[in-house]
């Protein structure tokens, strides 16, 4: 948002007085004084007025959390089921899961409330890549059938883009794809003849699940959530 208004926002003046004081030189963005009110920021810009951060208006928190099974990824449950933002401490508004596991996989799921930033990650257009390890049934797993799964399989809903496969032994895969459509980790190795028997998200974008406790849930970083930002094309 511009300048003058992300400041009338943070609290710091009125719009017209927050003009007046980055006219001043009084405004900094990310260190260097800025003269212009409708500078294009956000919270990640790194905004001060007389050397004194300002917060956004709004406090926009990205959370990453070890999904445990049988948690749902929704912020509202009709049946009454776990949910992922159960696991979140403290109250922060409303957030919403990006993206979805399902209800029994495991693994690196974020929730936000900045739609932006939800919009940018999981948009298909953006190509965020995400990276799953799955467990299949009739082991050992073929070399014809990582090779169908690189080139991209025919699911109901159209081809998949090609996927990045690596074998780490007879009956486990790390499958990275940029999509995002319903069950598609476990429709393109149904597809191959090797249902998945449990599938746990290691990485998306450039964090990584790591040694995260199961059920464990931390804020991002600033640096964090500006590498998510930058993530995709
Ligand atoms: N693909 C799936 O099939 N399930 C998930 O939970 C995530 C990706």
Known sequence: MRLAKYLAHGGVASRRASEEIIREGRVTVGGEIVTDPARDVDDASGVAV??????????????VVHKPAGYVSTAKDTHDRRKVTDLIPGSHGRLYPV?????????????TNDGDLAHRLTHPSFEVPKTYRVKVAKSPISQR??????????????????????????????ITIHEGRKHQVKRMCEAVGHPVTSLQRIRFGPLELGDMAVGAARPLTGAEVERLRRSGV
């Not at 090779?147 to 790390?174: C, I, M």
């Open 99 to 111: 993206g979805r596991l399902d209800a029994d996989s495991t693994g690196l799921l974020l929730l």
């Open 145 to 174: 059938a990582v090779e169908r799964l690189r080139q991209g399989v025919r699911l109901d809903d159209g081809r998949t883009a090609p996927a990045r496969v690596v074998r780490v032994s007879p009956s486990v895969l790390e």
């Open 50 to 63: 007389d050397g004194v951060a300002v917060r956004g208006a709004e406090h926009r928190v990205v959370f």
